[in-house]
């Protein structure tokens, strides 16, 4: 059974940061390509950032050059740097992947990790 577990969310005032990380955990051959998405109330569900297996990243409009996507193979792990955060940041952030299971690639998700930006 594969999973998908993240952390790091939190109440943070404007202009702050944080870090949200998300772990891989299971039996599964290899990751692609994983993502950070996000839904703020009464909102539709959003990419905010994706990064591939090899590095290269991707990132929504709404925070390029505030927020930095890293990951690491060897721990199935991947990581949401947030800076510079605004009100408009507050959201479930959801970590999703893309996992070869026993030869099929399926995306996976994980149950998600509230941000809220406020003072």
């Known amino acids: 059974q594969v999973q998908l577990v993240e952390s790091g969310g939190g109440l943070v005032q404007p202009g702050g940061s944080l870090r949200l990380s998300c772990a891989a955990s299971?039996?599964?051959?290899?990751?692609?390509?994983m993502r950070w998405h996000r839904q703020a109330p009464g909102k539709e569900r959003e990419l905010v950032a994706a990064?591939?297996?090899?590095?290269?990243?991707n990132y929504a409009d709404s925070v390029k050059g505030r927020f930095t996507v890293s990951r690491d193979n060897a721990k199935s792990t991947v990581s949401l740097q947030m800076n510079s955060l605004n009100p408009e940041d507050t959201a479930v952030y959801y970590c999703?992947?893309?996992?070869?299971?026993?030869?099929?690639?399926?995306?996976?998700w994980g149950q998600g990790t509230q941000v809220t930006v406020s003072s």
């Open positions: 990064i591939t297996s090899g590095g290269n990243t």
């Open positions: 299971g039996s599964f051959s290899s990751i692609n390509t």
């Open positions: 999703n992947a893309e996992i070869v299971v026993s030869r099929l690639l399926a995306s996976y």
